[in-house]
């Protein structure tokens, strides 16, 4: 027995499905995003604040400092979830 189903699709409706499973097949593939560091230069740079203030920050344990070599160094993810928490604070604060 011929298990088959006629559908009628227009061309729009065809080329949503298509390109939707062509979006979600490229995405499943992407390799992950490249981890970015910044120096300590960049990352007060980054939070808008002052070295001394950065050194409170990695001394209270809001943020990791990773060395190489003689060089602090901050992942730009560690950077970002910092500035979302210092952002919210100060519009609490307020």
Not at 65 to 79: A, P, R, W
């Amino acid at each position: 027995m011929n298990d088959s189903l006629l559908v009628t699709l227009t061309i729009g409706d065809l080329t949503n499905i298509i390109g939707n499973l062509f979006t979600q097949k490229l995405k499943e593939n992407l390799p992950p995003p490249p981890t970015r560091y910044f120096n300590g230069l960049e990352a007060c740079d980054f939070l808008r604040c002052s070295h001394p203030t950065l050194r409170g920050y990695v001394k209270n344990g809001r943020i990791q400092k990773h060395k190489l070599g003689s060089k602090n160094l901050f992942l730009e993810s560690d950077l970002q979830k910092l500035a979302i928490t210092l952002k919210s604070f100060k519009q609490c604060k307020a």
